[in-house]
């Protein structure tokens, strides 16, 4: 499909640091009624806030920062390791009123868009599938975007990010699976915080099992977490 951008140059950027490549893919909602008050937003000098691109839901691409720049997207966040989150990656806002605004599907336009946009940003940048990421997964305690209603296995499809068959896993059931719980999810990726399981649950589960956002671990977020987490990243 053949990508609609404008030009709408944010002023909130800067040098990465200390990375040599960009190799994470950040995904956002907006979380405001529409997107011109996103716009504005995200080029407000003293918002000190921005992403790399913003996507309409009618699919239109609003460039806002330089691949090369570190946009100010993901704020305090972690993965794996990592703390500046901003200086590896390339931030994508999707147009959405967000759960406090009317919180609704991602349509088709957006999708496809986004789709078309990150195989780009892929033949530029050696993107790590285990590294495709929600601004949930970064930052779980702060932050619920994109949220449940977002297709990950649609982009995993296409070649973008990772969501694994969980279909053919053969689930561990019972106290094993529990106890290895914090570690699987460290293995993964996330953040574990002390006293606070619950956080990092929730995020798994918003992007891997997102018909169930409730941070309980039942059986099937417990198979799913040791399903992912015995992939390598
Ligand atoms: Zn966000």
């Known amino acids: ?59 239109l691409i609003h460039r806002l920062v330089d691949e090369e720049r570190r946009a100010w997207h993901a704020g305090a966040s972690f993965w794996a390791g990592r703390r500046d989150i901003n200086s590896a990656s390339i931030g994508i806002e999707l147009v959405n009123p967000g759960h406090d605004f009317g919180y609704r599907p991602f349509p088709e336009p957006q999708m496809a868009a986004l ?33 449940e209603l ?5 982009l995993a499809g296409a070649g973008i990010g990772r969501f694994p ?22 293995q993964i990726g996330y953040e574990i915080f002390e006293d606070d399981l619950k956080s990092s649950i929730v995020a798994f589960q918003r992007h891997y099992r997102p018909s169930l956002c409730d941070g309980i671990a039942d059986a099937e977020t417990c198979g799913r977490i040791a399903r992912l987490a015995a992939e390598p990243i």
């Open 150 to 154: 977002f297709e990950w296995p649609r």
């Open 1 to 59: 499909m053949s990508l609609r951008f404008r030009d709408r140059p944010s002023p909130n950027h800067g040098p990465r640091i200390g990375v040599t490549e960009i190799d994470m893919l950040i995904i956002h909602y907006t979380g405001m009624a529409g997107a011109e008050a996103a716009l504005d937003r995200l080029c407000a000098a003293e918002a000190e806030v921005s992403a790399h691109y913003l996507i309409e839901e009618d699919g």
């Open 115 to 147: 789709i078309a946009l990150c195989r780009d940003i892929q033949g530029r940048h050696p993107i790590r599938p285990a590294f495709v990421l929600g601004h949930s997964d970064v930052a779980p305690r702060r932050k619920c975007d994109p949220g």
């Open 165 to 186: 068959d969980f279909g053919t896993w053969r689930k561990k059931r019972g106290p094993a699976a529990e106890e290895t719980l914090p570690e699987n999810l460290r």
